[in-house]
Every structure is written in structure tokens, then in C-alpha cells.
């Protein structure tokens, strides 16, 4: 079939009848061996907000089992549960917010695949793309405690009450704050400071008392509670691990963990809010007392990375190092938070 032919069949496709469409497609092999032409009858939803996954079903007559769809600035995964009649397929719409076009296809071009249809998608933008950094309810203090601070013209740490650290700075990081005034380490390390999480009788009625650590965690500073328990997401950076966090923070609210639910991913600030970046521990810059399911490795945040909305930051509870996610990244956890 001639390019003009082609592109003429696209531009009527939607208004021609059966008939012609058969004509219009035939050449190119697109009739089905039921002697029907293909036709897409609807694709749904046609919202979307970018940067997030959405499931689209596909309906139609006569589909080829290699049909495929395509979001101008987005991705698409292999469909699933192809039949001729239509398929459902997982979709991530990227670019900026507004109208994109969503395209049906036989297949790829560069496999022999030919045109089906086209829908229009609306992409709204996310709540992390508009507001990327979600404030904490008050600032938790760093870690860094009176004995680690610096003197001129020196990288050693020295007491923060020496001449030489108080010439250089006398208002350093480990000269003020809770990890200064309250370094007691009764509630947490240095100036952090965590509590269990009373049980009420509402939840249930026979067993009172604390939940477990394992099971969640209250930060005394922010008002934020934690889930105790880690999670390694085993999918790739970008569609699949954002899937599979969600499908994990859906089933953590069904199953109702420590009474709530309206547990989520926590933001890249909120997860920064639990390093302790005056740790000297070699493995772990979390309070593993409190946090006592904490794995090496690093934590998956709902902050999307702005130059790939597919991905997101990290925050390394190692050293409390903060980069987006990435072909490299491995050991990747999620620890919701409410």
C-alpha cells in the first residue's frame, strides 16, 4: 500500500464502514482470517496523571493478538490478556500536562505492524511534580552532636566547646539544637527522639498495649508514624518498581497494619528526617533500636526525580546519602509512613 494510500485510510478510518475499511486495510495483509477488518471500539480511561501507572483496557473487533498501544511522551509495558476482542495493558505518562495522543497499533512498525487508530489522553501532573518536597510537621535535628565539630583550617572534629571550633563558628551544627540538649539517647540517638504506638481498645478490644517496633514506630519530633518493617522491591527502576510500591502500600492499608489505614510513601524529606548524620556507625546511619528491621541499602521515596517523572529519589540509610533511582541502583526497600 502506496505512503498517500495510507495516510488517507488513517484520516477516514474512524468514518468509514466495515466494508471499506476492509478495502482501505487489505493490502497490507490487515484483514483477520475471520475475513474481518480490525477495529478499536474504545480505549479507557483517557485521564492519566504523569508519572504514574495506569491500567488501560483496549476493546475492539477483530484485534490482532500482537496489537499494541503508545503514549506520545510515556511508556507502555507488553499487553496482557490479548484476546480479539481487546486487552488491558500498564501505562506511564510522561512530559507535561495536557492532551497527548494515544496510538493503536498491529505491532511495531519496524515488525511489519500497521496503524488501528488513535485516542486522545488527558495528563494531569502529579501532586510530587507540583509540590516535589513535602514538608515535615516540625525540622528534626541532624545527629551531629557537640563533639563533632570543626576548627579552622582543620577536617578533624573536635568539642564544639574548644577555642579553636568556637573561633571558626560559634553557631555550628553540633553547637545547638535537640541533638545537643537532649542527647541522652533514652528516646532515640543523640537528639531523635521515637515512642511505640499505643494500641487502642477500638482496634482491638482484647489485646492493649504498644504495638510492636517491628510493626511501627512514632517519631516524637515530626508527629509522623513509620512502618518497622522493610520491603525489597525486586522490579526494575521506573514502571515496575512504581507498581509494585503502590501494590505494597495497597495492601498495607487493607490489612489495616497497627490499626490505620492510610499508610503511603513517604516523601525524600520525610525519609531524610530518620538519618542521623552524626552516626558513626559503618553500616547504618538509622536508629537501629527503634528501627530494628533496618537493611543496608536504600529507600524508595514518592519525590519523583524531575528530569525521569518514571523515577524517584532515594535515601541511602547508610551514610543518609540522597540520588535518584537508576539501572544501578540494588537493594532498593520501601518503608511507608502515615
Known sequence: MGTAWGHFCQRLLGALTLSALAACVGGDGQVQSSGQAPIVLSVTPLTATIGDTSTFTVSGLNLPLTTIISIANGSCLTPTNRTASGFTVICTPGGVAGSQLITISSNTVANGGYWLG??????TATASALTPLTVVNLLVDSGV???????????VLV???SPTAIALNDRQDGMTGRDVTSSDGADG????????VIRQASQNPVVLGPYAKADCVK???TGLVWQGKSTALVGLPGDARNLEAKVLEAATNAAALCGFSDW???SRTELQSLVNYGSL???FSIDTIWFVDARIGAYYSATRYAPNLKNVWL???????VAPDSNASSGVYVRLVR
Not at 540517638?189 to 511505640?196: D, R
Request: net charge negative.
Open 118 to 123: 488513535t485516542h486522545t489522553l488527558t495528563a
Open 145 to 155: 552532636n557537640s563533639g563533632q565539630c570543626y576548627a579552622a583550617g582543620s577536617d
Open 159 to 161: 568539642s564544639c566547646i
Open 189 to 196: 540517638q543523640v537528639g531523635l527522639s521515637y515512642s511505640t
Open 219 to 221: 517519631d516524637n519530633t
Open 264 to 266: 503511603r510513601l513517604p
Open 281 to 283: 556507625d559503618l553500616y
Open 315 to 321: 535515601v541511602d540509610f547508610t551514610r543518609g546519602s
